[in-house]
């Protein structure tokens, strides 16, 4: 896509500083950039590359006087550059509303007329499917489980029976929600599965990334709250309950009936264990695990995760272990020499 710099700032509601019939066709890092694409800083610390840079044009927050490429001025970068990204976006064809000829679905099924089905879907008895939504091809939605308006299932996403998902939530390919949890107790000489007849709620505006499983509740529902943002290969366990607006990283696996709280954000490959809590804006850092409870607005990091400031003194000691053992040995040497020295004297 091919648009003029006058166009683009209308777009994104940018004020220009000049070259508004100049042509960009899409955006890059500035290290990337070359001409015809626009960049963007957000960080003055980027000034020196933005200099040399062959862009044709930078997305910024206040304009630069010894810049010398058009600047489209925003209030927010961020903002901006999503805006931009999002002009230049591959134009894909929207499924069409309808259910494809391939799919099974149940007589029982309510699925609104401007809802898509596509090929090979299998729908099952008491499924709703509201305006708008998508379910691309191999899907499976279990019997009794309900998709909201304006929402988006991928291809191959499995979601089992008695779930419920709220609207405008997205959903990426080869997830599944609703597996049975992973619970047991061994009796007489086995390992016994307990029953989860519990079901899932994801409310609105949740999205989901590739391969992630969410496990139905025992009892109840496990829920994933509103706006909540859930990466790759994420596990969520039986019973967890996620607060609204919540960040979770790849690899990130949490146990059973952990609670989770509003604005927490999991970084990759974090843990959380079973039935621990974590507190309302909490961070837990990447690859640490909470095996006790997280205080709202904390910080944490390590195996076990405790207080980020003391885990990197913890850190900063450790690497100093070897300077620590030879201090020692020589503090050692000099005791016994006194040591040896007053029993010579006696």
Known sequence: MIISLKELAEQ???ELT????????CVSPIAAAMAGDVTFIADKKHLRSLVDS??????TSEKMDNIAMPQLIVGNVQKGLIAAIEVFAPALQRPQAGIDKTAVVADSAKISD??????????????EIGANTVVSSFCR???NSVIGDNSRIDANVVIYHNCK??????IQANTTIGST?????????????????????????????????????KFGQTVIGAGTKIDNLVQIAHN???GKCCLIAGKVGIAGSAVIGDGVVLAGGAGVGDNRRVGDGAVICANSIALSDVDAGSVVSGMPAVNLKVFQRTVIHSRRLPEYVKQIKELTKRIESLESSKDNKR
Request: hydrophobic content about 45%; proline content about 2%; glycine content about 16%.
């Open 12 to 14: 994104i509601g940018a």
């Open 181 to 217: 949890g992973f619970g047991y107790y061994f009796i007489d000489g086995a390992h016994r599965l307990i029953p989860h007849n519990g079901g899932v709620l994801i409310e609105d505006f949740v999205e989901i990334g590739a391969n992630t499983c969410i496990d139905r509740a």
């Open 240 to 242: 967890v309950q996620i």
């Open 165 to 170: 998902i709220g609207s405008n939530v997205i």
């Open 141 to 143: 939605i279990g019997q």
């Open 114 to 127: 401007t809802a898509s089905v596509g090929p090979y879907c299998v729908i099952d008895a008491g499924v």
């Open 18 to 25: 000049s070259g508004g019939s100049a042509e960009v066709c």
């Open 54 to 59: 062959s862009a044709a044009a930078v997305i």
